[in-house]
């Protein structure tokens, strides 16, 4: 008699701590860029402030829903707190949606 019932493949060995770390190491790498490219595709182009000598972006139109669906402004808006949690951009003091970009630490 045979069977139709397909082969499950061996168990897979627990990943090691230098395996987590790399994995760790490479989504952090993603995330990052993703939020960058994000900022630099989806803000208003760069603009230079009075009195500052940096570029700055304007984050308001990655947040309107005249702009996006609510579940793009959703994801929009993950994508900005992750940028803030990684300190991947600063806000501008008194205007809070402008940001510019900085090299993580």
Same mark, same amino acid.
């Given at each position: ?14 990943? +090691? ?6 994995? +760790? ?11 960058? +490219? ?20 304007? %984050?308001?139109?990655?947040?309107? %829903? ?5 579940? +793009? ?33």
């Amino acid at each position: 008699m045979t069977s139709t019932m397909t082969p499950t493949a061996p168990a897979a060995a627990p990943p +090691s701590a230098v395996m987590l770390g790399e994995l +760790s190491r490479l989504a952090y790498t993603l995330a990052d860029q993703r939020t960058t +490219s994000a900022i630099t595709s989806l803000c208003k182009p760069p603009t230079s402030m009075p009195g500052s000598a940096h570029t700055w972006w304007d %984050t308001r139109p990655m947040l309107s %829903t005249h702009e996006r669906s609510p579940d +793009s402004v959703e994801q929009c808006r993950l994508v900005l707190l992750y940028g803030d949690y990684r300190r991947l951009f600063v806000r501008h003091p008194e205007q809070t949606h402008m940001v510019r970009l900085v090299t993580p630490q």
